[in-house]
């Protein structure tokens, strides 16, 4: 199920605009935060957490990304754990 547009209005107010990606393997902010700044329209609502008990549509499991960090996503599986 996709994120309710009252989610997503939460989650991209909690970002101030901008990406909340803070993955190693994004090599454009490799330890910090991105600075690249989104629009709640270009903005990519990424799910945290895909399986599990809780909420998976809730605002605290929607991460706001920029198009760059989004599609890094599927790089996390490769992280160093």
């Given at each position: 199920m996709a994120f309710s547009?009252?989610?997503?209005?939460?989650?991209?107010?909690?970002?101030?605009g901008r990406c909340e990606c803070k993955r190693e393997v994004c090599a454009t902010h490799y330890l910090t935060r991105c600075q690249t700044r989104v629009s709640a329209r270009t903005a990519n609502y990424h799910?945290?957490?895909?399986?599990?008990?809780?909420?998976?549509?809730?605002?605290?499991?929607?991460?706001?990304?920029?198009?760059?960090?989004?599609?890094?996503?599927?790089?996390?599986?490769?992280?160093?754990?």
């Open positions: 547009e009252e989610t997503k209005a939460e989650a991209y107010a909690r970002a101030g799910r945290k957490k895909n399986s599990g008990l809780g909420d998976l549509d809730g605002v605290k499991n929607c991460e706001v990304l920029c198009h760059t960090c989004h599609a890094n996503v599927g790089m996390d599986q490769f992280k160093a754990h």
